[in-house]
C-alpha cells in the first residue's frame, strides 16, 4: 500500500491543489501556446504556482503534464520531448512538495477515440506509459488519470500505470448532468459504471474533477458510493458553473462558497477534495480550514 491509499486508509481528509491553467494565462500563456513545454522553458513560474498551492496548506499537489502524452504533444510538434517534459513536471512539483506532501502526476485524456480508429489500444498504452514512466523518475508519488470520459481509454491509462511503474493509481471521470437528473460523460458513462470498471482494473483510487461544482459534486459522490463503500474517492470541483461575462468566462463560486459544501462531501464519501477550473489558492485554503474544523468538532 502506497502513501497516498495508507494515509486515507488512516482516517485522514486529503487537501488536494486547484486550477493551474488560469495561472498559467497570468503569467503569460498565450493561446495556442503549449502550457506543458514550460517546464523546460519557463520553470521558475511552473514551481511558483506549485508553492502557491503548498503555501495554501494543499496535502498533495499535482504536475503541469496534463496534455504531456506524445499523442496530445504531436499538435505542437514537440512529441519527442515527452519524456522530458514530464520528467521536469514532475521535478518541479517536487521541488514545491518537498517530501511530506503527495506529488500527483497528472495524465490527461489525449483527444483520439478508440471508437472512430484514430488510434489504437497499443498507441494508447504506449503513449501512457512513456508518460507514467518519465513522471515516476521526475519523482511523482501517483498517477492522477484525470477528465477522462470514454472507459476504454481510461482503462488503457490505468493499465499503463499499473504495468509499467510503481505509482499509485488515481483515476477520474468528468460527469455532466443529464435531463432526468443523472450524471453521464459525454460518451455516455455513468458514475456507477466508471466505479465498478476502474476497480475491477485495479485503481487504487477513483472520482470525479472538473464540469461540476461542488453541490453537483455531492451527487456524484453519493452515485460512486452507492456500488462500492470502500475505494478511496478523490474530488476536485470547479468554482461553480463557468458564465461568460463581457467575453471572459468566469466561475462563480467564492472561496467562502466551496468551503461551505466541502464538509458534505467528506460525509458523501469523500477522501481527497481539491479543486479544478477556476479554483485558486485562496479557494484550496478555504477549503482546508473547513474540513480540518470539521474534523475537529467530529
Not at 499537489?61 to 520531448?81: P, Q, V
Not at 518519465?134 to 488503457?156: F, V
Not at 462531501?265 to 485558486?280: F, K, P, W
Request: aromatic letters at 4%; hydrophobic letters at 40%.
Amino acid at each position: 500500500m502506497g502513501r497516498l491509499v495508507e494515509q486515507i486508509r488512516n482516517g485522514k481528509i486529503l487537501i488536494s491543489d486547484g486550477a493551474w491553467g488560469t495561472f498559467l494565462h497570468q503569467k503569460g500563456l498565450k493561446p495556442g501556446e503549449c502550457p506543458e513545454y514550460w517546464n523546460l522553458t519557463r520553470r521558475s513560474d511552473v514551481l511558483d504556482i506549485a508553492r502557491s498551492y503548498v503555501d495554501a496548506g494543499a496535502d498533495m499537489i499535482e504536475t503541469n503534464s496534463f496534455g504531456a502524452s506524445r499523442i496530445k504533444l504531436a499538435h505542437y510538434g514537440l512529441e519527442r520531448k515527452a519524456s522530458e517534459i514530464n520528467k521536469s513536471a514532475a521535478e518541479i512539483s517536487r521541488e514545491a512538495a518537498g517530501e511530506d506532501r503527495i506529488v500527483l502526476g497528472s495524465i490527461g485524456p489525449t483527444g483520439k477515440f478508440l471508437i472512430t480508429g484514430e488510434v489504437t489500444e497499443d498507441d494508447l498504452v504506449d503513449a501512457f506509459s512513456e508518460q507514467a514512466v518519465a513522471l515516476e523518475r521526475g519523482g511523482a508519488d501517483a498517477a492522477c488519470i484525470e477528465t477522462m470520459a470514454a472507459l476504454d481509454e481510461a482503462l488503457c491509462a490505468v493499465r499503463a500505470v499499473r504495468k509499467n511503474t510503481k505509482l499509485e493509481t488515481v483515476c477520474t471521470f468528468t460527469f455532466e448532468k443529464t435531463a432526468d437528473g443523472s450524471y453521464k460523460t459525454m460518451m455516455g458513462v455513468s458514475p456507477q459504471e466508471m466505479a465498478k470498471n476502474l476497480a475491477d482494473a485495479g485503481a487504487d483510487v477513483i472520482g470525479t474533477n472538473c464540469g461540476n461544482g461542488m453541490a453537483g459534486m455531492v451527487d456524484i459522490v453519493k452515485a460512486i458510493r452507492s456500488v462500492n463503500r470502500q475505494i478511496p474517492l478523490l474530488v476536485h470541483a470547479n468554482a461553480g458553473k463557468p458564465k461568460i461575462v463581457d467575453g471572459k468566462t468566469i466561475f462563480p463560486e467564492t472561496p467562502r462558497d466551496m468551503a461551505r459544501l466541502a464538509p458534505d462531501l467528506v460525509r458523501s464519501g469523500a477522501g481527497i477534495i481539491g479543486g479544478c477550473c477556476g479554483t485558486t489558492p485562496a479557494h484550496i485554503r478555504a477549503i482546508a480550514d473547513a474540513i480540518r474544523a470539521e474534523i475537529l468538532i467530529a
